[in-house]
């Protein structure tokens, strides 16, 4: 299989689950605005998981799950139960329609304002300030002392949670403002397949 990804994105995030599960894969590195790679992924956007068939796969919370249930045997998603899914796909859920929406006005303000002057793109990247506030408190209560998103294990949760967090860093408060989710970052950067991860997609 093949992940296409972009620096800094989610995509990284499916590149440690696959890590984590011991998959055999390779990556492609791609300008997702590109002609080329829109015809992998049509609305631009990565991650894609290419297996072969005939269309890629894409949505980083969809092909976390698969790499998941794919490798059961690495215990990356769910515990047994209808009640254990639900709490899963819940925190999978925040992480795809609060955690990472709360960062696009900053990221991309000209979708938010239909002013063109700088003060108005900067009033909209300040704006996006509370938002993202809001949601690293409620990641940091999620993952409160058990050092995970989900229960008190790793799961392809952690890594997209890790990656998204990072951009913090660019905000006044950053992530390590925040006790739990400090001490979780701390202990992913120092996860051997972050670590690898982080050090071959910056190349």
């Not at 998941?68 to 998603?77: F, I, T, V």
Request: aromatic share 12%; net charge negative.
């Amino acid at each position: 299989m093949k992940l296409y990804f972009a620096p800094g994105t989610c995509a990284l995030a499916c590149w440690i689950a696959l890590e984590w599960a011991g998959a055999d894969y390779e990556v492609e590195k791609v300008d997702p605005g590109s002609d080329s790679y829109r015809k992998v992924n049509p609305l631009g956007m990565v991650p894609a998981l290419d297996l072969g068939g005939e269309r890629a796969m894409t949505q980083a919370d969809a092909i976390l799950h698969y790499i998941a249930d794919s490798h059961p045997d690495r215990d990356l998603g769910a515990d047994p139960g209808v009640d254990a899914h639900f709490e899963f796909n819940e925190a999978m859920s925040f992480l795809t329609g609060d955690f990472h929406p709360a960062f696009w006005p900053f990221f991309r303000p000209q979708r938010f304002t239909t002013s063109e002057d700088e003060a108005s793109i900067e009033a909209v990247r300040t704006a996006t300030q509370p938002r993202v506030d809001r949601v690293l408190t409620y990641l940091d209560g999620q993952i409160g002392g058990t050092g995970h998103v989900y229960r008190a294990k790793r799961t392809v949760a952690d890594a997209y949670a890790f990656v998204m967090t990072r951009w913090s860093q660019r905000f006044p408060k950053t992530w390590r403002e925040y006790p739990n989710v400090a001490e979780f970052m701390r202990a992913m950067e120092a996860d051997a397949a972050v670590t690898k991860v982080l050090e071959l997609s910056n190349r």
